[in-house]
């Protein structure tokens, strides 16, 4: 079974734009949560789509956006990029969301100058 | 919201050595995982264990959800075995992870 998959793997931007990411979670699964990465602030929750609803979302500003498809991919954009947006965005699926397992892809890394 | 704490932050082994990481979290949780960070980021599943033990090969777990501590064991360790490994739980009632700081293992020839 294919795991998680990202796009696309590396991303520069510059602050002011906008960008979206893609994220296709294991066949089966109905959650996709997204994380974001920083040296500074570690690993952070971002939001949780299942079933095309947000379930969750973590303590971002508004110009951090998503939704989920009915095929359960999803998709997560960013407005107005600022330098502190420089990060890696980790996408994570799991069947149902807990208490079942979470699996990430490989990332997307997002630097903007 | 819930704290996690990883204990040490950094370890440095000779290669063959023995090493316990350890994981404290602050409140009831249904879902624990442990992950290796491989040098391009992402994240490998290791345990998927919010209690008990579990072993797959050289590496180990224990959890004991009632004391609020989760323990990863590594044995006869390789250099491949650097990087960073995190611990992360689901707060009861939420649909995320909440990961610890991490621990950097570095293993040397």
């Known amino acids: 079974k294919a795991g998680v998959t990202q796009t696309p793997r590396y991303l520069i931007k510059t602050r002011g734009q906008q960008v979206t990411l893609s994220c296709s979670p294991i066949?089966?699964?109905?959650?996709v949560s997204w994380y974001q990465q920083t040296p500074g602030q570690g690993l952070q929750f971002l939001f949780e789509y299942f079933s095309e609803t947000q379930r969750n979302k973590g303590n971002f500003p508004g110009r951090f956006s998503g939704r989920q498809f009915s095929n359960s991919r999803s998709e997560m954009n960013v407005s107005t990029l600022e330098l502190g947006d420089s990060a890696l965005y980790l996408c994570?699926?799991?069947?149902?969301?807990?208490?079942?397992?979470?699996?990430f892809g490989p990332g997307t890394r997002l630097t903007v100058t | 919201g819930i704290q996690v704490e990883q204990s040490p932050p950094d370890l440095i082994l000779q290669e063959g050595a023995n090493s316990t990481l350890r994981c404290n979290f602050s409140d009831s949780v249904n879902n624990l995982q442990w992950f290796h960070q491989n040098p391009w980021g992402q994240l490998i599943n290791l345990f998927y264990?919010?209690?008990g033990t579990k072993q797959n090969g050289r590496l180990s777990a224990t959890t004991v959800a009632t004391e609020r501590y989760s323990l990863l064991y590594i044995s006869s360790s390789q250099t491949t075995d650097s990087g960073v490994y995190f611990c992360a739980v689901v707060h009861v009632g939420a649909n995320n992870l909440f990961f610890g700081t991490g621990t950097r293992l570095t293993v040397i020839p």
């Open positions: 066949s089966g699964h109905r959650s």
């Open positions: 994570a699926s799991s069947f149902r969301g807990d208490p079942y397992e979470q699996y």
């Open positions: 264990i919010p209690s």
